[in-house]
């Protein structure tokens, strides 16, 4: 009886793994990214089944920087990382299910440089003068008159 219930569960063991069949991850095919200042813009395509991809950003150390999902459409994506220094990056796109990832390299060579509002200045300088002018208006008025 023990020897029956052996068999009958070695049996399972070895037909198991054969009717659980893995299944086929739908992979990115192509991968290209450009960059400007500061930011750099990537695109893609993926094999038939993909909804979604996972796409980092790794600096010249091998760092994960950034993160991205992004949706599919027709087979294709289109993302952007923002607010990058000068330097060599890796972007690296994966199915967001799994499967194998396509990497691609891109030299950033201008870094990111926020606007800012110089206005503030110009600004500054005219409400200076024109307090400057009223104090003088004032105190001359006011030796005039006394």
Do not use: H
């Amino acid at each position: 009886m023990i020897k029956k219930i052996r068999l009958i569960v070695i049996s399972i063991l070895l037909i198991l793994p054969l009717s659980v069949l893995a299944e086929e991850k739908p992979n990115v095919t192509t991968l290209e990214a450009t960059s400007s200042t500061g930011i750099i813009e990537f695109n893609g395509t993926t094999e038939d089944g993909s909804t979604a991809v996972m796409c980092k950003l790794y600096n010249n150390k091998d760092e994960e920087i950034d993160l991205l999902s992004i949706e599919v459409r027709e087979n294709k994506f289109v993302g952007t990382f923002e607010s990058v220094n000068a330097g060599t990056y890796s972007v690296v796109c994966a199915n967001y299910d799994g499967g194998e990832f396509k990497k691609t390299s891109v030299v950033v060579n201008k870094g990111f440089n926020p606007k800012t509002f110089d206005g503030g200045i110009s600004l500054s300088i005219l409400l200076l003068s024109l307090c400057t002018t009223a104090m003088v208006g004032t105190i001359v008025y006011l030796k005039r008159n006394n």
